[in-house]
């Protein structure tokens, strides 16, 4: 009994100190974190108010979820343009990172995703991509597409062989 008070306790005093290093922001509730104080059709309208309160830099919690929150064009364009480097992570996902092991087009991250992604561009360009030719491609299958989902007629459309058959066409 004592060890899971002394547990618990500890959890909680780990979590103050982790939390310190964010941003102000309103004190989020447990499991939902700050969702009870944004408006669902205006995000936007309550991220400004709180911008207002805490200033142009703060945070809130989305469910677990802890982030920070940049308002307004020269708090954005110093962090994304004079500090871009510290800004460029993504958020690593648990499991994503254990089944991919940091590798791949997708879930990587740094340096091996700068690689990964310089390499994917320069074989997607090399096959096409940014070219007219294969816009003039796309255009023209997507009518083909529509035409068949038309006479269907709200029956059911399963277009796994059409997809299939489009990105052959493209290589």
């Not at 982790?18 to 922001?25: A, E, R, T, V, W």
């Not at 995000?43 to 920070?68: A, H, R």
């Not at 954005?76 to 089944?99: G, M, S, T, Y």
């Not at 390499?119 to 083909?144: P, S």
Request: aromatic content about 10%.
């Amino acid at each position: 009994e004592g060890f899971i008070c002394s547990s618990v306790f500890v959890t909680m005093v780990l979590k103050t100190l982790k939390l310190l290093d964010f941003p102000p922001g309103p004190k989020p509730l447990p499991i939902i974190g700050n969702l009870h104080i944004m408006d669902l059709k205006r995000p936007y309208w309550t991220m400004l108010e709180l911008s207002k309160k805490y200033g142009p830099v703060f945070s809130i919690q989305m469910g677990c979820q802890k982030m920070v929150v940049l308002a307004g064009y020269e708090t954005v364009k110093e962090a994304l343009v004079n500090q871009a480097d510290a800004f460029a992570e993504r958020p690593k996902v648990p499991v994503l990172e254990e089944i991919s092991k940091g590798y791949g087009v997708l879930f990587s991250h740094g340096n091996n995703w700068k690689v990964m992604r310089r390499f994917t561009l320069t074989t997607l360009r090399d096959f096409g991509m940014g070219k007219r030719a294969i816009e003039d491609r796309i255009v023209e299958e997507y009518g083909f597409l529509m035409k068949d989902i038309e006479s269907r007629k709200g029956g059911c459309v399963f277009h796994s062989t059409d997809t299939s058959n489009f990105c052959c066409m493209c290589l």
